[in-house]
């Protein structure tokens, strides 16, 4: 049976920087081909992705990862209802959240144990793991909510308004829900498959950490008082990385669901995340220590391509490290390596038919991707792939 799969490959030069640290504070690295890499997780720029969607979709097609849901459901209960108290309120949104998802809304021991020696009021009840829900999910329980507010224990016992809880909670899905799934583990029947899997970015070459050691001098301090106020060290390193992401798009389509507007297209709602993932996975950065260094590149290379069968990842093209040229750099190595390993590896796997090709570049370095696919510049790019995405689903009916 025909896929649509979208595959992202990205070279991207990182200056020094502290992209993703790891429990000492020192950047992440992983052995790869036998050498120390620079290593990006993949969790890491899930988020910069998610981030970046917040300057390219309407919030209401987003959703929010938290424990304190049940606050979030509470406020829009008592937007609908404001004669509905805060208290009363929040006990609506702990009930019906709980309904929905089989978790328990309670609140956590350490902060109820705190508010008791202050004498303070119970803080409010959250859920013992981040919740993923979206605005229309959190609308929706609400309604659900005001709807039994004269008696919710009693309204939820009823098998009907139970059922409909859950199926608020599984339909409807946001954006980034639908690309990047969600788990509960007390509602197994409401997890979300992710449409979106992303690689962990690693270095095209061997990398060592390095160390900076800093002061920080006291504004305030005379000059009978020499020396630094504050010592430290922070650790970094530069890199030419090789990132990739794989997206499902038949999987995103069955968790979206078809466009429900009168003034759109029923495959509006599925081109609006397939271009906002490819942009946003692009262009995103990680922002760890983003103040201390300033890394704010972009790609030097991308290449997108849309295929019928399967996702194939490229990093095999670097698993023999790649060594400076003489004066310097990695990339022009990278992207020879790269382009030449590419047919090989479609004509090798018969996996080069039905490919659609585009290829965003910059430079000199990079000119042996230029026959890689069609060149483009990112807003091309971005919007080439959500044409061609939804070609492929008006032709499937």
Known sequence: MSRTIIDVHVLQTVPPSNLNRDDTGAPKTAIYGGVRRARVSSQAWKRATRRAFHSMLD??????????????????????????????????????????????IEVPK???????????????????????????????????????????????????????????????????IAL???????????????????????SVHAVENE??????????????????????????????????????????????????REDESVHEPLRRAVEAFVRGFVESMPTGKSNTFGNHT????????????????????????????????HLREAVERLADHIPQVEHAFDVEDGVESWVVRVGASTEKLAGAGTEVSIGELVSAVGTAVVRRQDASE
């Open 180 to 202: 990047f799934g969600r788990m509960v583990a007390d509602g197994a029947d409401i997890n979300v498959d992710a449409a979106a899997q992303v690689a962990h970015a690693i």
């Open 59 to 104: 919030p209401g097609e987003l959703g929010v990862r938290t424990k304190k849901v049940a606050e979030l459901v509470a406020g829009r209960i008592r937007g609908i209802d404001p004669s509905i108290e805060e208290a009363q309120a929040l006990h609506l949104a702990a009930e019906v959240v709980q309904a929905a998802t089989g978790s328990k």
């Open 298 to 329: 972009l790609p030097d290379a991308v290449l997108v391509k849309l295929r019928s069968t399967r996702p194939v990842s490229f990093v095999g093209a670097f698993e023999e490290p790649v060594p400076a040229l003489q004066g310097g750099g």
């Open 211 to 260: 160390s900076d050691y800093y002061t920080a001098v006291d504004d305030e301090n005379t000059d009978a008082e020499p020396g630094a106020g504050m010592i430290g060290t922070v650790e970094f390193n530069s890199a030419t990385l090789y990132r990739y992401a794989a997206l499902d798009v038949d999987q995103l389509r069955r968790n979206l669901g078809a466009g429900l």
């Open 110 to 176: 350490r902060k109820a144990d705190a508010a008791k020696n202050a004498g303070a009021a119970a803080p409010p009840r959250e859920s013992a793991y981040l919740m993923f829900l979206s605005a229309r999910q959190r609308d929706g329980l609400a309604a659900l909510a005001v709807e039994g507010r004269d008696d919710i224990t009693a309204f939820l016992k009823d098998k009907e308004n139970k059922a409909r809880a859950k199926e608020i909670a599984d339909t409807r899905h946001s954006v980034d």
